[in-house]
């Protein structure tokens, strides 16, 4: 039976240093949490010692918590000033030794505000079990004091969250990138009672593992078709999208650019919003199910061959897998019929219903093939990212892979990036003018990125995902070595 402590950040900030002041500690430290246990017990007294002193003999836990990726940095400096002994009123402002010094403050803020630590074979009695609840109900904060938590104990596995990767105990080698990691050990109850009467800290008798995000296993993939990366041993993982319904624009007709992909996905929105009768679902709308994978409206750019020059090709609803049957039965009836589309400026574009004889508006050519997945993705209009880079803290591939996770993908093992397209024909960047004037638009970057299992298309990710800017296309793998996410953090 497994031993898990969960905790939930209030503000959903973690204050604390790492290894240097200046760099806050991220994963959260499993010594942390015990300290901040240690630090409920009411007295030398206290029957929970014991608890602890069970807890610090159990083999060093699994974390669970935000990959690093997705964790924003941040680092306030003060300066504290000498003070008169001599003044009245006393309190540590007037202590002598009080001397001028700059004190550094570490925090980071995850996108999921709770984290999780494991003891997976701890296997505790009832009364250890009660005794290290009683103590996590009293804790206050964990960090210092301004990392307000909220800390429980139960013998089930550690929830895993969308953007939580499990962290593990490793040995010290090349091949994976290691976090000196605090863990309680045998005896370490005693230390830190003699360290407090001592007036040390806690961080002097503290010792540390080297840890590292768990990998997946990855096997020699066994292709259904020439094209498909489906591995026989592997397992396929399903995107937040089922089907691709298509329309192609009937010829002839004067190209139309592919960087007008955002205008013409927006206006496809607003024809089919018109049409579908109210209440409109709020996965067709986009309003009222934050909490849910939206209809995609896309342009489909040509792209991938040796004459691809990225002109839209057609436009496509990529329907979520998770739509009630009953709103996809209305989005249907109403979204099928449609025959034209009216552009700004007054252009009308003629569309027919299905592939016709055009490979690019295929739904497999987009991943959109039942029972099938790849591992290889490339952007082939580029993705807005979901957040701001800020200097020191975010790198691109990083963001690249935190919006992947975003949008319901896995983690990519791999990420290559580019301010330019890595594909024939991909859209260098949608006009300015075309994008919508209401939402925040943030940097647009090009990337190649590799899942370490087969993943079922189509694949959209970033902030403008729904309305075609971040549409990816399945690609064979390529002689050039990519840069994996953690290597591409280390040479920063």
């Known amino acids: ?68 990726g997705q964790v924003r940095r941040s680092r306030a400096v003060n300066y504290v000033v000498k003070n008169a002994t001599e003044k009245d009123g006393g309190g540590s402002m007037t202590w002598p030794g009080r001397d001028n010094g700059k004190r550094i403050r570490s925090s980071s803020t995850a996108v999921t ?8 074979e701890a296997n505790p009695a009832t009364e250890i079990l009660a005794h290290l609840r009683q103590l996590a109900r009293l804790v206050p904060y964990v960090g210092r004091s301004t990392s307000l938590a909220e800390v429980t104990v139960s013998d089930d596995e550690c929830v895993v ?22 863990v309680p050990y045998p005896g370490y109850t005693g230390e830190l009672q003699a360290a407090y009467l001592d007036g040390r800290r806690a961080w002097e008798v503290a010792r540390t593992l080297p840890y590292a995000i768990r990998q997946e296993r990855v096997t020699t993939a066994a ?5 498909a990366d489906q591995d026989a041993d592997g397992e396929l993982v399903p995107g937040p999208f089922e089907d691709l319904l298509v329309w192609g624009i009937k010829r002839p007709v004067v190209p139309l650019s592919g960087n007008q992909v955002a205008m013409v996905a927006g206006t496809l929105r607003r024809a089919i919003l018109s049409v579908v009768p109210d209440p409109v679902p709020a996965q067709v709308s986009g309003h009222g199910a934050a909490d849910k994978w939206h209809v995609g409206f896309l342009a489909l750019p040509d792209v991938g061959h040796e004459h691809a020059d990225g002109h839209i090709l057609g436009l496509a609803l990529a ?3 998770d ?25 009308v574009l003629k ?11 295929r739904p497999e050519k987009w991943g959109g093939q039942p029972g099938t997945g790849f591992r290889e993705w490339v952007t082939a209009t580029p993705m807005m990212l979901d957040g701001h880079l800020h200097r020191g803290q975010r790198s691109e591939a990083s963001e690249v892979a935190r919006s992947l996770v975003i949008a319901g993908y896995p983690r990519p093992a791999e990420v290559e990036v580019s301010p330019a397209p890595l594909l024939r024909g991909g859209v260098w960047q949608p006009r300015p003018d075309t994008l919508p004037r209401n939402r925040t638009h943030r940097r647009l970057v090009h990337a190649r990125v590799t899942f370490p299992v087969p993943v079922a298309g ?25 840069v994996t996410v953690r290597e591409e953090e280390a040479m920063r």
Not at 162 to 180: F, M, N, Q
């Open 319 to 321: 329907i979520p897998g």
């Open 113 to 120: 505000e709770s984290f999780g630590m494991t003891w997976t």
């Open 351 to 361: 569309l027919e219903y299905g592939a016709g004889d055009r490979a690019g508006l």
């Open 1 to 68: 039976m497994p031993l898990t402590i969960t905790v939930r950040l209030r503000h959903g900030r973690y204050d604390a240093g790492g290894e240097r002041a200046s760099y806050p500690e991220w994963p959260p430290h499993p010594a942390r949490v015990f300290c901040a246990l240690a630090a409920s017990c009411e007295d030398d007294a206290d029957p929970a010692w014991a608890a602890l002193r069970w807890l610090e003999e159990q083999p060093p836990p699994e974390i669970r918590a935000d990959d690093p």
């Open 161 to 182: 969250l969308s953007g939580h990767v499990v962290y593990e105990p490793v040995t010290l080698d090349k091949e994976r990138a290691a976090i000196l990691v605090r």
């Open 223 to 227: 292709p259904m078709d020439e094209s």
């Open 458 to 482: 189509p694949v959209l990710a970033g902030s403008m995902r729904y309305l075609g800017v971040g549409l990816f296309l399945p690609a064979r793998p390529t002689a050039r070595p990519p």
């Open 323 to 347: 739509l009630p049957r009953a709103d996809l039965a209305a989005l249907l009836k109403a979204a099928i019929p449609l025959s034209e589309l009216r552009l700004p400026g007054g252009r």
